[in-house]
Structure formats: C-alpha cells, structure tokens
C-alpha cells in the first residue's frame, strides 16, 4: 500500500484540521482529508500542499461568508441588499443586488465591481454627466462650446508642423459667432459637438504661409478644410467653380 511522502494527519492549517490522507489515483496523488472548522464539513479533500502552504484555509465557506459581509453596505449611491452566486463565462461568479439613491431597486452588479470601485450607481450618474456637458460641466476646461480638448490638440498640431499659434480660445469663439455659425467658404451651418465626430466646425488659415492669430483664420466646415488643404482660398475656389461647370447637369 502506497503511503504519502508527507504526512500531516493530526495537524490543523487555517480552519481545516487534517483526519487522514487518501490516495486519489496516479494524477492526483495523496490528498488530505481535512474537517472545516469553520461550517463543520468533515469531509473536504485537498491537495496536501495547498493547506499546508495555507494557500486553501476552509472548505470554501469562507468565501461565502466575506460575499454575504458585504450585504448593507454602501459603495457610492449602491446600498447591497443581497449577493447570488450565478454561473457567467463558463464560471461561478458573485453579484451584489443593490439600491440605489436614485431609486431603482434590484440593480445587480458584480460584488468585485463594487468593491474595487468601478461601479458606484446603477448607472443614473453617467447619464446625468451626460446631461451636464460644456461650460455647464465642472470639469469643462473650454470656452462656450469649443472643447478644451479641441482646443489643445489644435494648438499641438500646429507647434507639431511649426505654424505659429498666437490666438486665443475666446478670439476664436468670437470670429465664429461673427461668422454666424456658418461656414465661411460654403455658407453650410457647422457646429461644436460632445465628440470630434459630432463636430463639423475647422479653423482655416487664409495664408498658409502665416500662423493662427486674428486676420488670418477663418471658420469652414472641416471637409472643406480637407479638401482645400495646402492651396490658396483662390486656387482652390477656381477648382471648385471648374469641378461645378463640368458636372453643371448633374448638380
């Protein structure tokens, strides 16, 4: 009869106290028998080196007693009323049932998600940042509707392709009330939005050889400013009245 290399009968790691050792066959070799001193199971079986090394302390029923701790606490606007274990992504997970501030009962979350901080409402407070954008937001650093994000990736581009950028944020929201919110070359409505993909409004500068500053700008919708790219306000006006008289039919 085979015996183990290291017997631990007799001896208590954690809250599991060791009552014999088994063999469990050639993959798993001599497990120990253990009694959980914590919830009573006389009959868990573990790898001998995972409770001595006190990497497994209990039958498992510690894990459930730290998830069930948790019910009635607070984390953010999320007061936990219950915690399930249910099966997600081919394993078992904790979810926090909760109530939020806002009044929505039975918001359910992932009791990790609560309690490292990721999740702290049922999500009304995103929608209510969403509500408060612009200068109206606390963590707006723009002007009017011009994003400061906006404003300073346009000011790195330029230093980045060595234009000059002597003009300010309100200089430039100014020139385009002037320009009545209207695209100075197409006469198109063009706009600041939440995102650059909601935003149609683009500085142009009338000399390319010049930099950003007052009496060289312009407020155009951005696919004119890509279009018209390193060509004169000129040139690029005659090519368009050439491109309109040879498709004159069709537009």
């Given at each position: 009869?085979?015996?183990p290399?290291?017997?631990i009968?007799g001896q208590?790691f954690?809250?599991l ?5 088994e063999?469990g066959?050639?993959k798993k070799?001599?497990l120990a028998?253990c009694?959980?001193l914590?919830c009573g199971?006389?009959n868990?079986k ?6 001595k090394s ?5 039958c498992?029923c ?5 998830t069930?701790d ?5 984390f ?7 915690v399930?274990r ?5 394993k078992y997970?904790y ?5 939020c ?7 359910k ?8 901080g990721a999740t ?5 407070r995103r929608?209510q940042?969403?509500?408060i954008?612009?200068?109206n ?6 002007h009017?509707e011009i ?7 346009l000011?790195r ?5 060595g234009h000059?950028f ?6 430039a ?6 320009q009545d ?5 197409t ?7 939440k995102w650059?993909?909601?935003?149609t409004a683009?500085?142009?500068?009338l000399?390319?050889?010049k930099?950003?500053e007052i009496?060289?700008i312009q407020?155009v919708h951005?696919?004119?400013n890509?279009?018209?790219?390193v060509?004169?306000i000129d ?7 050439l491109v ?5 039919d069709?537009v």
């Amino acid at each position: 009869m085979k015996k183990p290399k290291t017997d631990i009968t007799g001896q208590t790691f954690g809250h599991l106290y060791v009552t014999g050792m088994e063999y469990g066959g050639t993959k798993k070799g001599f497990l120990a028998v253990c009694k959980c001193l914590k919830c009573g199971n006389e009959n868990v079986k573990k790898v001998p080196w995972d409770v001595k090394s006190g990497h497994v302390k209990s039958c498992g029923c510690i894990a459930k007693y730290k998830t069930k701790d948790i019910i009635g606490q607070k984390f953010g606007y999320l007061k936990v009323t219950n915690v399930v274990r249910e099966y997600k992504d081919k394993k078992y997970c904790y979810f926090a049932i909760c109530d939020c501030s806002c009044g929505k009962i039975g918001f359910k979350t992932l009791k990790t998600s609560l309690t490292r901080g990721a999740t702290t409402s049922c999500g009304c407070r995103r929608d209510q940042y969403e509500k408060i954008t612009g200068k109206n937001s606390k963590r707006f650093t723009g002007h009017e509707e011009i994003r400061g994000k906006t404003w300073s990736t346009l000011k790195r581009r330029s230093k980045r392709r060595g234009h000059a950028f002597n003009l300010t944020i309100e200089d430039a929201w100014k020139l385009y009330e002037k320009q009545d919110r209207k695209c100075a070359l197409t006469g198109l409505d063009i706009k600041f939005g939440k995102w650059d993909e909601e935003t149609t409004a683009s500085i142009d500068r009338l000399d390319i050889s010049k930099g950003y500053e007052i009496g060289n700008i312009q407020w155009v919708h951005k696919h004119v400013n890509i279009m018209r790219n390193v060509y004169t306000i000129d040139y690029f006006i005659h090519f368009c009245h050439l491109v309109a008289e040879k498709h004159d039919d069709t537009v």
